[in-house]
């Protein structure tokens, strides 16, 4: 059966809704960053660009880097954006936009997330970077798909007891890395642990301006979290929605993080563009090798 026309959209060029590409616009490795000029700072590196357009917030170019093909796109903020690039990255390689049928033999891409974040743990220092082997989702975006095979209940039932988590909450869900896409980026420079997604930026992660929190201990709650040996290390918008639906729709992922903030230590970086920038070249030179 074909997918209706209500929900595969698709522009009057053919290109997919929200991101205004077409399948030969996209490389099977692909870097998500969240801003928009962080599109060409990543993009100065390449050798050359074969193709760049904007939509909204979402930003693509394509272009050659030491001899693999590469793409860049930005998100925008937050796991609600991350719902709409993936399932239309996912429909560009794996749906065939004529005929709106899902194609017999699977496209898996490579997805890596650029992205700044601030640490939990007093010992992960600001201008340092981490990969996300496990993210902890707690906006509950992925509950609407079918999450049971991709999660890790002991450790999310672990979570629930030691934050004694409000049932009013979604439950919290927690995914792994790619393998084999985090052991070609690792390396002894890089932090690694459990990285949290939440669904906004202040009350969700804790901060106070004029509204009280619902948990106003919550953030102590999962500073201290550790199981066997895993902590949760630092606390962003994006990397469990990219996990989750990853692993759902068949993807390697992998979540790299430029320490800017502590926020156990109350320190932010004196030069935030340069761990951003060293960060961009290191997954750069790492993606090649």
């Not at 660009?49 to 917030?57: G, L, M, N, S, Y």
């Not at 749906?95 to 992960?124: E, F, P």
């Not at 201008?127 to 509950?143: C, F, K, P, Q, R």
């Not at 619902?214 to 709650?221: G, M, R, V």
Request: charged share 20%; with cysteine; aromatic share 6%.
């Amino acid at each position: 059966m074909p997918i209706k026309q209500s929900e595969l959209i698709l522009n009057p060029d053919g290109s997919i809704y929200h991101l205004n590409i077409r399948p030969e616009h996209i490389a099977s490795t692909i870097i998500f960053v969240g801003d928009q000029d962080r599109v060409g700072k990543i993009t100065r590196h390449f050798d050359s660009i074969e193709f760049t357009t904007k939509k909204r917030e979402f930003k693509t170019s394509t272009g050659m880097y030491k001899g693999e093909r590469l793409s860049v796109i930005s998100t925008g903020i937050g796991p609600d954006n991350i719902d709409i690039v993936l399932n239309e990255l996912d429909a560009l390689v794996n749906i065939d936009l004529k005929t709106r049928k899902i194609k017999k033999s699977h496209t898996k891409l490579n997805i890596v997330r650029i992205g700044t974040s601030g640490a939990l743990q007093k010992d992960i220092p600001v201008n340092s970077i981490l990969l996300s082997s496990h993210a902890i989702d707690l906006n509950g975006m992925l509950h609407s798909y079918q999450v049971d095979k991709i999660s890790h209940p002991e450790i999310e039932d672990a979570f629930v007891k030691h934050t004694n988590w409000s049932t009013k909450k979604s439950y919290p869900l927690v995914i792994s890395n790619s393998d084999t896409l985090a052991n070609k980026i690792t390396s002894d420079k890089v932090y690694q642990g459990i990285t949290a997604t939440a669904g906004g930026f202040y009350g969700p992660q804790g901060r106070v301006l004029r509204l009280g929190l619902q948990d106003a201990n919550l953030n102590h709650k999962i500073d201290s979290f550790n199981f066997k040996g895993n902590r949760i290390t630092n606390l962003e918008m994006e990397t469990s929605a990219i996990y989750g639906l990853c692993k759902l729709l068949g993807h390697n992922a992998v979540s790299m993080n430029a320490i800017i903030a502590n926020r156990a230590n109350g320190t932010f970086s004196d030069n935030p563009n340069k761990i951003v920038t060293d960060l961009i070249e290191y997954t750069l030179q790492k993606l090649v090798e």
